[in-house]
């Protein structure tokens, strides 16, 4: 078992749509949760960061973690042709700078 | 603030030929890693550092060595580049949790 479940998508939603898109996990002991989005043959670019369950929000993205459930989620509201990318979650443990871990990546597709 | 850089932005090595990549952060973090990624494999560690002086494997180090002789500085090396290390590579940095990418370098090893 993976130790972060991410479908891949691809996924396609009309512009304007809220977008939803989740990770699992099976280590309770991740402690901090990252979102990044990837553009085609571009870096992962930090969109959101938090340590702790609940919700944090910035602008047009919302990222929710539920540490009970070892579940987290990003919601894209009011979609634009420009959030088109590939998003990876990624969680890690504080106590281990090498145990960062990042699911394979989902696909999105917003269609104008 | 350039954040994280990479040099060169895309290499063609014949099998056998060595190269380095250089990665250079202006944040003043402590860590610094290098990952490759690959269709299917998602993101993979090769090597990180804690800090200026100090390299450290990861997941896939095999092939690779790195250097850290400046803080703000990680060199990746493959010293005989063999085909399956065709790949493009990422370096990043951090100051103590979340991690900065740099734009990447294609790497082709034929």
């Known amino acids: 078992q993976k130790e972060v479940e991410q479908d891949p998508g691809p996924l396609s939603v009309p512009e304007g749509a809220i977008v939803s898109l989740n990770c699992t996990y099976s280590?309770?002991?991740?402690?901090?949760f990252m979102w990044y989005r990837q553009y085609s043959r571009k870096g992962p670019e930090l969109l959101m960061y938090?340590?702790?369950?609940g919700n944090k929000e910035d602008g047009r993205f919302t990222a929710q973690v539920d540490k009970s459930s070892k579940y987290i989620s990003l919601f894209i509201r009011d979609s634009q042709p420009s959030d088109s990318a590939t998003y990876l979650c990624a969680m890690g443990q504080y106590s281990s700078a090498s145990k960062i871990i990042f699911g394979s990546g989902t696909r999105l597709s917003i269609r104008p | 603030n350039a954040g994280v850089t990479q040099t060169p932005k895309f290499r063609v090595l014949k099998t056998g030929q060595s190269m380095t990549l250089l990665c250079a952060q202006d944040?003043?973090?402590?860590?610094m890693y290098w990952y490759r990624q690959d269709p299917g494999m998602g993101l993979r560690l090769i090597h990180y550092?804690?800090?200026?002086?100090?390299?450290a494997k990861g997941e896939v180090p095999d092939g690779y060595n790195v250097s850290r002789l400046k803080k703000q500085n990680f060199l990746l090396g493959l010293e005989s580049a063999a085909p399956s290390q065709t790949s493009v590579y990422f370096c990043a940095s951090s100051p103590y949790g979340e991690q900065y990418f740099g734009p990447g370098t294609r790497l082709t090893v034929t």
């Open positions: 938090t340590y702790s369950s």
């Open positions: 280590n309770s002991a991740f402690q901090y």
């Open positions: 944040m003043n973090h402590e860590y």
């Open positions: 550092s804690v800090g200026e002086g100090t390299t």
